[in-house]
């Protein structure tokens, strides 16, 4: 019964999810098995500090400047998933700078 475990992101969806979450594992030091969609980034002992350099590191390697975020209200922190949605939203709103491939 598998199903003690909540399954990882369904990253085969969108290749930039498991860069993002390899960007954030690496500048984070937190374990790339960790970064659950719903896993909140206090609860996993990110600093905002290095959130900052994980998203800077982002940016960089995507070509995109993301827009500063509020700060969350006392009694809640941003979850991985939120990360994600923020950066893909950002990079789908991205003119594309080749043809589209289909």
């Known amino acids: 019964m598998d199903s003690a475990i909540p399954p990882l992101p369904a990253t085969n969806a969108d290749p930039r999810v498991d ?3 390899d960007i954030v594992a690496r500048e984070t030091k ?3 098995n960790r970064l659950r969609l719903d896993a909140r980034t206090d609860d996993l002992g990110i600093s905002s500090l290095d959130l900052t350099l994980a998203v800077f590191e982002i940016e ?3 070509g995109i ?4 975020a509020p700060e969350p209200p006392a009694d809640a ?3 991985v998933g939120m990360l994600i949605d923020q ?3 950002v ?4 003119p594309t700078e080749r043809g589209a491939h289909s």
Do not use: G, N, Q
């Not at 990079?91 to 991205?94: H, I, Q, V």
């Open 60 to 62: 960089s390697h995507f």
């Open 91 to 94: 990079l789908d709103s991205k």
């Open 87 to 89: 950066i893909l939203a």
């Open 19 to 21: 860069v993002i979450l």
């Open 65 to 68: 400047e993301l827009p500063l």
């Open 30 to 32: 937190v374990d790339r």
């Open 77 to 79: 922190s941003m979850t």
